[in-house]
Structure formats: structure tokens, C-alpha cells
């Protein structure tokens, strides 16, 4: 087990599937052989890249690796709006056997959700392995520190900065990029000749996502409260949120940056 449930990646891949870049979708789908390819997903969880590529090409091989069994097994046996070419998995801890993965053997690397987890020197690691092989790399949905409230209360910013403090903590990996690590990706790439497009994915929450508010907002507020926000003064903004929410009045974006690096 991970800590990341198939319940809390069911509740939030709606607002992933919406909010993935489409323009750097477009540009990684141009770096694949026009058929058949067989792409690498990385910390793969329930399946939601295939998930959201699935009905763009449909004739993808796709190896899911992950180091929680239950989660690919829920990954290998859901149904996708489209069947797969075909889907194997290979259950993996990826903070120690990073070499292990058959980069060489694939034409494409995903990933997603999952870059604002590692650190500097698993990710140095990752960009190394991806470029030697001159592979094309989409990693969507990273974390990138904004994140906006509507209505505004005094305490969003205080909450905000401790959350993006919890977020730099160790993650399995040693201390995480957190909301750096997809612009700390891309100067990587860039360094070693790659082109790379980017673009924002940001969550757009609204009071109709009452249910991945109700998980989401407590454990936001918790890390928020483990990073120093003052504890008695962040359940009643909880308190506040949660009225709003019942009210119909509460909207929240939440900032992350998809892109795609393409060998030149
Ligand atoms: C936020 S989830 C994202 C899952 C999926 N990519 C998605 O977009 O829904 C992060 C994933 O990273 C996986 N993960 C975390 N640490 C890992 C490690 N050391 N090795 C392999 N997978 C790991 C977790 O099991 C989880 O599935």
C-alpha cells in the first residue's frame, strides 16, 4: 500500500481528465511511431494516464509500473472508455530500482501525479535514463504551488505556504521538488538538447466536487497545520470552507504544469 488510495485517485482523476493540456498532449502524441507504441507509465496508480490518452490513440502498449500491487491490479482489470492495445504491469519500487525499468525496450515515457513526489537526485537520475535512450517524455499533472481561493479568507496564504512546505518534505524518494520539481525537470531536459512543451493543468474545483472536497480539503489542511499554520485558526477556516461548500459558494484552483520533453 502507498498511502495513496483507489478511492482518493477515483475522486480526483474528473479533475485530472479535465484538466490535462491537450496542446502538450499533441506534442508528445507527434514524437510516437504512428502505430502500435509501446509507452513506459511511471507510479502509474489506478491507470489514469492510460485513462486519459486511451481515447486519443487506442493502439498504445502500455507497461504501468507502480509499487503498490493493489492499485495495478485496479489498473489492469478496470475498464477504459477504450480497450488498450494491450496492458501489462510491473509492480516496482521505483526509489530503489530505477535502473530495473526497460526504458531501452519502450518508445515513450509517461508519468503523472507523480514528479512533485521525488527529489532532486531521483529526478537528476530519471532525466539521465530518459535522455540517454533519447526518449519522449509526458509528465502531467505536477504540483506547481498555486493555489487559489474564491472567496478569499486572511489565512489562504499562511495555509498555502505551510502546504507548499509539507509538500518539499520526503516523499519515499528523500526530500521532494515538491512544487519546484516540474520546472527543475525542464531546465534538466533543456540542459541535455531536449525540446520541451509546457503548459498549466490546473484543477478548477467547485462546490459539485463536494465529495474530493470533503477528503481533499482536511488533509490540506492537516499537512498545512504539520508545516506550522496556526491549528485552532485553520479548522475554523475548514469550518468556513465547509459552510461555503454547502452554501454552493466556494470555488479553488489548485496550479500544476504538464509538459512534454522531445528529443530534438
Ligand atoms: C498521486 S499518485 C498518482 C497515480 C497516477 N499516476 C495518477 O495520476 O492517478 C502517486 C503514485 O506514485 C506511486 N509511488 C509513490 N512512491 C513510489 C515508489 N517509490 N515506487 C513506485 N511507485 C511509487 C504511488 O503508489 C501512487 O500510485
Redesign the pocket.
Known amino acids: 500500500m502507498?498511502g495513496?488510495s483507489a478511492t482518493w485517485?477515483a475522486l480526483?482523476?474528473p479533475l485530472?481528465l479535465t484538466a490535462r493540456n491537450k496542446e502538450v498532449e499533441a506534442a508528445f502524441f507527434e514524437a510516437l511511431p504512428a502505430e502500435t507504441p509501446k509507452i513506459l507509465d511511471l507510479?502509474?496508480?489506478?491507470g489514469?494516464?492510460v485513462a486519459a490518452l486511451v481515447g486519443e490513440k487506442s493502439d498504445i502498449h502500455w507497461i504501468l509500473?507502480?509499487?503498490?500491487s493493489d492499485?495495478l491490479s485496479v489498473a489492469a482489470n478496470r475498464d477504459y472508455a477504450t480497450k488498450p492495445g494491450s496492458l501489462q504491469t510491473r509492480e516496482?519500487?521505483?526509489?530503489a530500482n530505477l535502473k530495473e525499468l526497460p526504458i531501452e525496450a519502450v518508445d515513450a515515457i509517461t508519468?503523472?501525479?507523480?514528479l512533485d513526489?521525488v527529489s532532486e537526485n531521483f529526478l537528476t537520475q530519471l532525466v539521465e535514463a530518459i535522455v540517454s535512450s533519447r526518449k519522449p517524455f509526458l509528465a502531467s499533472?505536477t504540483y506547481d504551488g498555486r493555489t487559489g481561493f474564491s472567496p478569499a479568507e486572511p489565512l489562504d496564504q499562511d495555509l498555502r505556504d505551510a502546504m507548499n512546505r509539507d509538500q518539499q518534505t520526503d516523499?519515499?524518494?528523500g526530500p521532494a521538488l515538491g512544487p519546484n520539481a516540474a520546472e527543475r525537470a525542464i531546465a534538466l531536459f533543456e540542459a541535455r538538447g531536449y525540446r520541451v512543451v509546457s503548459g498549466e493543468s490546473d484543477w478548477i474545483i467547485g462546490p459539485q466536487h463536494e465529495d474530493f472536497l470533503a477528503e481533499f480539503l482536511p488533509g490540506w489542511v492537516g499537512a498545512g497545520v504539520k508545516q506550522g499554520a496556526q491549528k485552532t485558526k485553520a479548522y475554523d477556516w475548514l469550518e468556513s470552507r465547509r459552510s461555503q461548500i454547502a452554501d454552493g459558494a466556494f470555488n479553488m484552483t489548485v496550479g500544476h504544469l504538464d509538459f512534454a520533453a522531445l528529443p530534438a
Open positions: 502507498s495513496f485517485l480526483r482523476e485530472d507510479a502509474s496508480g489506478a489514469s494516464t509500473s507502480d509499487y503498490d492499485l516496482i519500487d521505483l526509489a508519468t503523472s501525479a507523480f513526489l499533472l516523499k519515499g524518494f
